[in-house]
């Protein structure tokens, strides 16, 4: 396993490499202890699917786009490293693949900090349409145009997201939340009047609706990356839940002694090991990944205990 966690860390180009301490933290007596609550929510029970989505991993994908030794991937892994099992899977099927999320008590560490904190966080995956060559857009789109059906697709997918997210909370009885923007920002690119129009049409009444319908055991909902804004009035306004709070920025507003009991929800890419490009990476997944073990811990090649649950 010592060996393992080395050559995962040498197959990223230098500087989109996870943080070295992660190295340590493989190594130590209390990992297995961890890697153990680690587990992979979905609403289909097709193994051999999710097994490949979560295993057939690029290290970075940014706007499909690698930043990883190919080759080595594909020698040390046993598959095509310059793809990753969600577009072998819409190569294969000309079919979204099954959504995801895998959920892991992980330690945090600002960089420049040596001091450790423990917290919840949920990795969840939204649609991608940030580059014409992204599976997601390909079947969305017809001739750059979003077809009728498309946006109850993106829809369904993003309620998908938000009960893994909540049965998670309930099942570990975390009755506050910090969510992000799933979807949204560089993600919602192409979307028709991009980010904005996203998040008006397709995130804000998904989300809200999700929660209002099945988050009643939740006291408190925060969101990560807003301030007093028109977001977080138009989420509060939306919510039968009154207590719904500014998040906050990853890493720095999650490690505060009123964060312990937050299970706070990543926004990850359908491609990528968790936290992505890491430190060369200014997604929210990059944040997390550059301040946490969530690379190795999602993992299932560095993480054999993972688990699967369906919702």
């Not at 060996?3 to 197959?11: P, Q, R, V, Y």
């Not at 297995?32 to 193994?47: E, L, R």
């Not at 990795?123 to 060559?133: E, M, Q, T, Y």
């Not at 009960?163 to 799933?182: D, F, G, P, R, V």
Request: with cysteine; proline share 5%.
């Amino acid at each position: 396993m010592t060996s393992l966690i080395n050559e995962l860390h040498a197959i990223y180009l230098q500087r989109y490499a996870p943080p070295n301490w992660i190295i340590n933290f493989f190594e130590s007596h209390e990992y297995i202890k961890y890697a153990k609550n680690v587990v992979c929510y979905s609403t289909k029970n097709n193994k051999a699917e999710i097994y490949k989505l979560i295993t057939h991993r690029q290290p970075v994908n940014i706007s499909m786009h690698a930043y990883y030794d190919t080759i080595k991937m594909a020698q040390i892994f046993g598959f095509d490293g310059s793809i990753s099992g969600y577009t072998e899977l819409f190569n294969n099927t000309q079919k979204m693949p099954p959504n995801l999320g895998i959920y892991c008590y992980t330690p945090v560490i600002i960089p420049d900090s040596k001091t450790i904190y423990y917290r919840h966080v949920f990795n969840s995956i939204g649609i991608a349409l940030d580059d014409r060559n992204q599976p997601d857009y390909k079947f969305l789109f017809d001739k750059d145009e979003l077809k009728p059906s498309s946006k109850e697709i993106i829809s369904n997918r993003l309620e998908e997201s938000y009960m893994y997210l909540l049965a998670c909370a309930e099942q570990n009885n975390l009755s506050k939340i910090a969510i992000c923007h799933l979807g949204g920002g560089a993600f919602s690119r192409l979307y028709p009047g991009g980010s904005l129009d996203y998040l008006n049409d397709i995130w804000l009444p998904t989300v809200t609706r999700t929660i209002n319908n099945h988050g009643g055991f939740l006291n408190e909902i925060r969101l990560l990356g807003a301030n007093n804004d028109t977001a977080l009035q138009d989420l509060k306004s939306k919510l039968i839940l009154s207590n719904v709070v500014f998040g906050g920025r990853v890493p720095f507003d999650i490690v505060g002694e009123d964060s312990k009991d937050i299970l706070f929800q990543n926004a990850w890419d359908p491609h990528s090991i968790a936290g992505n490009g890491n430190s060369s990476d200014n997604s929210l997944d990059g944040f997390f990944g550059r301040s946490t073990a969530i690379s190795v811990l999602t993992f299932p090649q560095t993480n054999p205990y993972l688990s699967h649950q369906t919702i």
